[in-house]
T-cell receptor, first 116, second 114 residues
Framework: GAVVSQHPSWVICKSGTSVKIECRSL??????MFWYRQFPKQSLMLMAT?????????EQGVEKDKFLINHASLTLSTLTVTSAHPEDSSFYIC????????????FGQGTRLTVV | AQSVAQPEDQVNVAEGNPLTVKCTYS??????LFWYVQYPNRGLQFLLK??????LVKGSYGFEAEFNKSQTSFHLKKPSALVSDSALYFC????????????FGGGTRLMVKP
């Protein structure tokens, strides 16, 4: 099946710094990528949807200036958590779909972010 | 609006016994339905999907699910559970006629005991 690689798997950063998370589709071109946040023992919360070459669409309540998403190519999307604070600590997961007619999405392995 | 309900937070089953993880959904149009499994500190692994066709779909690791339109359900099943099946399972739905959004259920933790 299609492979989505997410990097890093875990990161610890100091409060106030920025962290970039990469999501790559390894064997297909991802026209659409999704970024989710998952709190402990909870389901996935969609943060934003990005289409290659255009601005991301953010879900209600997600600060677009804090969570910067770039989908510059068909195989790479990045999420940058700017000026991170401890409450941003979470598990972030990306997923990718090959085309608008492709029903399923494939997920990266997730990134555990801890802000100290 | 679309939604997914997984009524059980946790399902306990003995190894070798059949397992069922329940899922019901609500969408305006035709549903695309999915099951994913998540192991600790990992992303989601795709198990199976229903798009169209046969109501019984078979997926990875011996799992299957049955689409029931009248009951708006898509329960996940396996005839004989393994200890290694212990994980967090998510059901998800997407409206085939309305955009990209995939909506997840709250997840069900499956515990298979030896």
């Amino acid at each position: 099946g299609a492979v989505v690689s997410q990097h890093p798997s875990w990161v610890i950063c100091k409060s106030g710094t920025s962290v970039k998370i990469e999501c790559r589709s390894l064997d297909f071109q991802a026209t659409t990528m999704f970024w989710y946040r998952q709190f402990p023992k909870q389901s996935l919360m969609l943060m934003a949807t990005s289409n290659e070459g255009s601005k991301a669409t953010y879900e209600q309540g997600v600060e677009k200036d804090k969570f910067l998403i770039n989908h510059a190519s068909l195989t790479l999307s990045t999420l940058t958590v700017t000026s991170a604070h401890p409450e941003d600590s979470s598990f972030y997961i990306c997923s990718a779909r090959e085309g608008s007619d492709t029903p399923e999405a494939f997920f990266g392995q997730g990134t555990r972010l801890t802000v100290v | 609006a679309q939604s997914v309900a997984q009524p059980e937070d946790q399902v306990n089953v003995a190894e070798g016994n059949p397992l069922t993880v329940k899922c019901t959904y609500s969408v305006s149009g035709n549903p695309y339905l999915f099951w994913y499994v998540q192991y600790p500190n990992r992303g989601l692994q795709f198990l199976l999907k229903y798009i169209t066709g046969d109501n019984l779909v078979k997926g990875s690791y011996g799992f299957e699910a049955e689409f029931n339109k009248s009951q708006t359900s898509f329960h996940l099943k396996k005839p004989s559970a393994l200890v290694s099946d212990s994980a967090l399972y998510f059901c998800a739905v997407r409206d085939a006629n309305a955009g990209n959004m995939l909506t997840f259920g709250g997840g069900t933790r499956l515990m298979v005991k030896p």
